[in-house]
């Protein structure tokens, strides 16, 4: 806990008549380029102050009790900002990172200042804050050197408003997840309970040999971009699942990772010296989500080789479902046709000490002749 005392500048402009201008500097420290950076930004509020409330407080040295239901409610807002660890954003063509320290009024000292700014006429008072440092701060980042080490990315475009919504939900989840060095993050857990009291919407899910609807549809999108984060990144992955076939959101085979719980998990581990964090970014707009991961680099080195595919079958015909919502001889198309195939990706992870780490995935697609939603009793669907 550190205390900063607000000086007035009087370069600032004063507050307009009947008001009072509240306001305090606080430092902003963020990283840059593995330096800390501590620029000092200034906030105000203002505070609305009758006349006639101004005019009681210099008879009688106190606040109104007006006032002071108005100073509550300012320092309130100012309290409002609790400590949160830093996040990066993109700077140019690297990352800044940034956390937030805590505010809280000092209340006595404030309402001093208060009074003793309306009783000699003044525009404006400082008000003394104490600032509550997160713990993980932009310091404690740069003494464990803390950066960029990977990111993950697909492409959700053309997916439905169910799957968006789940895929929202989903990645918010993991984003800001911190993984402790020799730990490791465990998908389902982090998600939770798939349920729409939790923000998650039906959708269709692969089941066995077919497409069901269920809460959390298109989840596997998270997962499969959460993974790939872990794979550039050179991160030993324990448990990770190919789905039954190839879904065209994923594009390139091999570097796919399905969950449902509780059978199907993801899973890696932070084998860094620092801990990982995890941030997620969508963009509905581009329909591209992000996964990066920061932590200490180590220097290990990652190479993947060009996937490997063998045994390629052509896809079947497609099944059909049944749509209330459709009518007559319309269809609607909700998966897409792929060839069945067996994908061999390997990966070569140099570590500290030249140790060298290879890691292969295999994965098993079988062929998938896509699934068309039909009007109830089209003939297609007996089939």
């Not at 800390?36 to 109104?64: I, K, N």
């Not at 701060?137 to 990111?151: K, Q, Y």
């Not at 989840?173 to 919407?201: D, K, M």
Request: proline residues 7%; positive net charge; contains cysteine.
């Amino acid at each position: 806990m550190s205390t900063l005392f607000l000086t007035l500048l009087c370069a600032l402009l004063a507050a307009p008549a009947g008001a009072l201008s509240l306001r305090w500097s606080a430092p902003e420290p963020r990283l840059v380029n593995g330096q800390v950076q501590r620029p000092v930004l200034h906030h105000s509020r203002t505070l609305a102050v009758p006349d006639s409330v101004a005019a009681q407080v210099r008879r009688t040295g106190r606040p109104t009790p007006e006032l002071r239901r108005a100073l509550d409610l300012a320092y309130a807002a100012v309290d409002a900002r609790t400590p949160r660890d830093l996040r990066f954003s993109r700077a140019g063509t690297g990352w800044t990172a940034q956390a937030r320290t805590g505010w809280t009024v000092d209340r006595a000292a404030s309402d001093r200042a208060v009074l003793d700014a309306l009783t000699d006429g003044q525009s404006s008072a400082p008000l003394r804050v104490n600032l509550t440092a997160p713990a993980r701060n932009v310091a404690w980042a740069a003494t464990r050197r803390i950066t960029h080490l990977g990111t993950g990315t697909s492409s959700f475009s053309g997916s439905p408003d169910f799957r968006v919504q789940n895929i929202r939900v989903g990645a918010s989840r993991v984003h800001g997840q911190w993984i402790e060095a020799g730990r490791e993050l465990n998908f389902n857990a982090l998600i939770g309970p798939v349920t729409a009291a939790r923000g998650f919407v039906p959708g269709y899910v692969i089941t066995g040999n077919r497409l069901s609807t269920e809460d959390g549809g298109g989840l596997c999108q998270v997962s499969t971009t959460v993974f790939r984060a872990a794979w550039t990144a050179g991160l030993p992955v324990t448990e990770r699942h190919a789905h039954s076939y190839q879904v065209a959101y994923y594009g390139q085979p091999g570097l796919d990772a399905a969950v449902y719980a509780p059978a199907k998990n993801l899973r890696w581990r932070n084998d860094t010296p620092a801990p990982l964090l995890v941030q997620a970014d969508w963009d509905t707009r581009t329909s591209r989500l992000s996964v990066h991961l920061f932590g200490q680099d180590d220097g290990r080195r990652v190479w993947t080789a060009t996937p490997q595919q063998s045994q390629v079958r052509p896809a079947p015909g497609p099944t059909f479902v049944s749509d209330p919502a459709l009518n007559g001889d319309e269809a609607r198309r909700i998966d897409m046709p792929a060839p069945g195939a067996l994908v061999n990706m390997t990966r070569q992870v140099r570590l500290p000490g030249n140790q060298v780490r290879r890691d292969t995935l295999v994965s098993r697609y079988r062929p998938w002749g896509g699934v068309f939603a039909v009007a109830p009793g089209d003939d297609r669907l007996r089939n």
